[in-house]
């Protein structure tokens, strides 16, 4: 059976990650080679495992994103993070030349992390609804209407994009390797960990 191919993940430090991508042609969206390539990203997305990959995150500066949340990640989490996230399983699609417009302003904060930013998470605080004008990978327009959970997934893409990573947006002080959060974390309640980081800053 032939393997199929999983793709180096470039790392906060490449120039691709903070340079502004460029938007994909008609020619370039129909070569059988991007096909191929976005073949390659559903499956290194997949080993990661990850719920989406943008093209500068393996070394392409092309405004061309996969998504995938998998209906075993979203099981697994207990009913109440479920809720509380806006989590729910999303279908493998590709989002290509997408702008993102502001639905629902109101700040989801939850802890984020970034296959190119390895073992990191913070605090991330982004609008809860989202609209995305887009192409799929068939050039056909497509228009996305997106809350919570996927909303964040996409923004996150969007902003890989545009040459913005979470740290830039971040709450600098939850900023933690993922294990400690785990260890120290995991069963307290977001606003409960922002407010003992900043309980816990010197003048
Ligand atoms: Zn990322």
């Not at 502004?20 to 073949?39: M, N, S």
Request: some cysteine; overall charge negative; charged content about 30%.
């Amino acid at each position: 059976m032939l393997r199929k191919k999983i793709l180096p993940i470039v790392q906060l430090g490449h120039p691709v990650l903070r340079a502004r991508a460029k938007d994909v042609t008609p020619a370039e969206l129909a070569d059988p080679k991007t096909k191929q390539l976005i073949e390659a990203m559903r499956a290194t997305m997949l080993d990661a495992p990850g719920v989406g990959l943008a093209a500068p995150q393996i070394g392409l500066g092309w405004r061309l994103a996969v998504i995938e949340d998998r209906p075993e990640h979203v099981d697994g989490l207990d009913p109440e993070t479920r809720a509380e996230r806006e989590r729910a399983a999303v279908p493998f699609h590709v989002i290509v030349n997408p702008t993102v417009t502001v639905e629902d302003p109101e700040p989801a904060r939850f802890f984020e992390g970034c296959l190119s930013l390895s073992g990191f998470v913070a605090v991330v605080a982004r609008p809860l609804g989202v609209r995305v004008d887009c192409l799929d990978e068939k050039g056909e327009p497509r228009v996305i209407h997106a809350r919570g959970w996927y909303a964040r997934i996409l923004q996150h893409e969007i902003d890989h994009l545009n040459g913005i990573v979470y740290v830039d947006r971040m709450e600098t002080r939850t900023f933690m390797d993922g294990e400690s959060l785990e260890e120290h974390w995991g069963d307290i309640d977001i606003d409960e960990v922002r407010q003992r980081h900043e309980a816990e800053r010197q003048p």
